[in-house]
């Protein structure tokens, strides 16, 4: 081989020039600051067309110049969402203080497999688990866990140590034939069926609980179905409770479900189901479990205040999940992937143990501090440790209270808004979270009058199929007339989750998830309503 070659190469790819890669990166910072003046989503078109006729592979080695060029396009036809006219969905801007730790984290890039390869990030792990822990967790005894690539990995692992505990050793054996089944509600998040077709449980065996108007699972019929499964000889493994659903930020009775399964798993005398809460969007809200809202050093308003308090009563009832989910990468505006899966009681990680006959590359694993010995994945990132430590730290429980806060201040501001127009409806006025749901009529309609007889059964099929036509249409309209430089981008959910004698129910959607969204782009947003209306 020609080591010159050889040896140019290896310097330009494997030495660091901080020069050659900061000014690079002074460059990305430059394109991402120019694009931020931009109306959003005003970027690059997408090109399929040739995206798999044409993926060359440069034949010479080049220089880092070139691995920019390489993914320039798409960096620049890649919006950052750091408009505050995006209010689309639960997603926001990254937060810069994650931009550090998620920096720190690929110059090193440990591999949190197992902590010979990571060495302190495992550590940092522990850490950010235990800090998330002591957040959402009212009281908590011996709370552990992992980062995983995404929420919906996270529910998995709660829902597998829920099938260990109704069919022990399914990790060993297989389900064998055993009739498994796992429960949500009707608004929980798709990923319930991810999970529950990839553990063998089947997506026909994830039964829904349908929720009340507030988006939360209805207890008695969950109490209901419970019975009706244990009389059948159903194994029931996990019920997911969500905290915080995706459209509408409903939170389930954690109290009142935990009772019932402690009930029901006495009654019929089995393992009581996991009880896995999914927060990976609502469990923000524990930042707030501890504000002071009698002192009040924040100087909320009064009507913000009792909004707070209804959440303090909600977070509370986070110590009875067994685990739980937290995306750190919605509400908390870190980057991609920050997702933890945390039980409240260390030894329920046995179900998912491996020994270390059973991992042969880590025969020095310490079961005590190993993940690698019950993670689904071998290989993992440390960019949620990294990213939520710094983000953690660097924004103070108090910038994250305020953070928190402001997001339910602008749902409550666009709520009130909405619902004092005629032709429109709030549709999640009680729930607690960053979204709003509602819809647009045409003028002359009573929306809330409409509702109300859809509550009621009274809407005949042919004059909802018209209502309903007519929002969709509208918020089309909207979409189709907006002005991208003031207008705020909206989002349409086909099914908000609360289904009324099963018919389901349409919504113009906005989530507050931009800090920098304010009153004046509401204020607009309304005008919008009413010119579009
Ligand atoms: C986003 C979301 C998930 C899935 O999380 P990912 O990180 O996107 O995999 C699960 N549950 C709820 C309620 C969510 O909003």
Redesign the pocket.
């Known amino acids: 081989m020609d080591r010159n070659r050889y040896d140019a190469c290896v310097r330009t790819f494997f030495e660091c020039d901080s020069r050659a890669i900061t000014g690079i990166f002074e460059e990305l910072l430059a394109a991402a600051s120019a694009q931020s003046m931009m109306p959003p989503g005003a970027v690059m078109a997408q090109n399929y067309e040739t995206a798999q006729e044409n993926p060359e592979i440069h034949v010479l080695p080049g220089n880092l110049r070139d691995a920019r060029d390489a993914i320039f396009p798409y960096f620049w036809g890649t919006d950052g969402w750091d408009s505050p006219l995006h209010l689309e969905n639960?997603k926001g801007p990254a937060n810069y203080a994650s931009l550090v730790g998620a920096l720190a984290c690929l110059l090193k890039n440990p591999n949190l497999c197992t902590d010979t390869y990571s060495m302190r990030s495992n550590e940092l792990e522990v850490k950010a688990i235990t800090a998330l822990a002591n957040l959402v967790f009212y009281h908590t005894d011996s709370p552990w866990g992992v980062f995983t690539?995404?929420?919906?990995?996270?529910?998995l692992y709660g829902a597998k140590i829920g099938i260990e505990k109704v069919v022990p050793g399914a990790m060993q054996f297989g389900l064998g034939g055993a009739d498994v089944v796992g429960l949500v509600s009707d608004a929980?998040?798709?990923?319930?069926q991810t999970l529950a077709g990839w553990l063998g449980l089947g997506t026909a065996n994830l039964h829904s609980i349908p929720t009340d108007a507030t988006l939360a699972m209805r207890l008695d019929l969950l109490a209901e179905k419970l019975d009706q499964l244990y009389t059948d000889n159903k194994k029931v493994a996990f019920v997911v409770a969500?905290?915080?659903?995706?459209d509408g930020s409903g939170i389930d009775d954690l109290a009142g479900i935990r009772a019932i399964l402690t009930e029901k798993s006495q009654k019929y005398s089995v393992p009581a189901p996991q009880l896995h809460v999914?927060?990976?969007?609502?469990w923000a809200l524990c930042f707030l479990s501890d504000y002071d809202t009698e002192r009040n050093p924040l100087q909320m308003t009064a009507e913000l205040l009792s909004v707070i308090r209804r959440v303090q009563q909600r977070t509370r009832q986070m110590q009875h999940a067994d685990s739980v989910?937290i995306?750190f990468?919605?509400m908390g505006r870190a980057h991609?992937?920050s997702?933890a899966f945390i039980v409240n009681r260390k030894e329920d990680l046995k179900y998912l143990s491996r020994s270390v006959a059973d991992t042969p590359y880590f025969a020095e694993a310490v079961a005590r501090r190993d993940p690698a010995l019950f993670t689904l994945e071998c290989s993992r990132p440390a960019i949620g440790p990294y990213s939520v430590m710094a983000s953690l730290n660097g924004i103070g429980l108090t910038g994250w209270q305020m953070l928190t806060a402001r997001a339910l201040e602008l749902a409550h501001y666009l709520k009130q808004r909405i619902e004092a127009l005629d032709y429109c409806k709030v549709l999640n006025m009680d729930t607690t979270g960053p979204s709003v749901l509602w819809w647009v009529l045409p003028r002359g309609r009573n929306a809330k009058d409409i509702f109300e007889r859809l509550v009621a059964g009274s809407l005949q099929t042919d004059e909802r199929q018209r209502f309903f036509a007519e929002i969709r249409r509208l918020y089309g309209k909207r979409a189709a007339t907006l002005t991208p430089t003031k207008d705020a981008r909206l989002s349409f959910t086909t099914n908000i989750g609360y289904r009324p004698h099963g018919c389901e129910i349409p919504a113009w959607k906005a989530v507050f998830f931009n800090p920098r969204t304010d009153e004046a782009i509401i204020d607009r947003l309304i005008e919008s309503i009413e010119e579009t209306a």
């Open positions: 639960v690539i995404g929420g919906t990995i996270s529910n929980g998040h798709y990923s319930n969500t905290f915080g659903t995706t999914d927060g990976a969007v609502g989910t995306d990468h919605k991609y992937p997702s």
